[in-house]
C-alpha cells in the first residue's frame, strides 16, 4: 500500500551515531504502526523499534536507551537515531508499515529494501 525507501546507513565505529530515514510514498498516517526491524548476519530478522500513530514507542531491550524512532506525518518520514553503536548492532536494517491488528507485521505490511549498518572499528 505504500513504498518505502531507507537511506542513512554505513559504516560507523563503535560509539559513534547515525540517522536512519525511512522515506514513504503515502501518508505514514494511514498506519497504525511504523517500525523497524533488522537482521543481523545469521540472525533472524528483529524488531528494534517501533511507533504507534498515537505516538507511542517500543524498543527491543538491546536498543533501549541508544535509538530513538520518531515520525514526521507532514514529511512522510520514519527516523531511527542511533546513538552509542556497538558492533552488535551490524544489521540490514528495514523499514516497515503495518495496521497493527496482530503481533508482528502483518500479511498487508509495507517493506523497505532495507540499509545496512556496519559498526567496526
Known amino acids: 500500500q505504500v513504498q518505502l525507501v531507507e537511506s542513512g546507513g554505513g559504516l560507523v565505529q563503535p560509539g559513534g551515531s547515525l540517522r536512519l530515514s525511512c522515506a514513504a510514498s503515502?501518508?505514514?498516517?494511514?498506519?497504525?504502526?511504523m517500525a523497524w526491524y533488522r537482521q543481523a548476519p545469521g540472525k533472524q530478522r528483529e524488531l528494534v523499534a517501533a511507533i504507534t500513530r498515537g505516538g507511542r514507542t517500543n524498543y527491543v531491550n538491546s536498543v533501549k536507551g541508544r535509538f530513538t524512532i520518531s515520525r514526521n506525518n507532514a514529511e512522510n518520514t520514519v527516523y531511527l537515531q542511533m546513538d552509542s553503536l556497538k558492533p552488535e548492532d551490524t544489521a540490514v536494517y528495514y523499514c516497515?508499515?503495518?495496521?497493527?491488528?496482530?503481533?508482528?507485521?502483518?500479511?498487508?505490511?509495507?517493506w523497505g529494501q532495507g540499509t545496512q549498518v556496519t559498526v567496526s572499528s
Open positions: 516497515n508499515a503495518d495496521q497493527g491488528i496482530g503481533p508482528g507485521p502483518g500479511e498487508r505490511s509495507s
Open positions: 503515502g501518508s505514514i498516517s494511514s498506519f497504525a504502526v
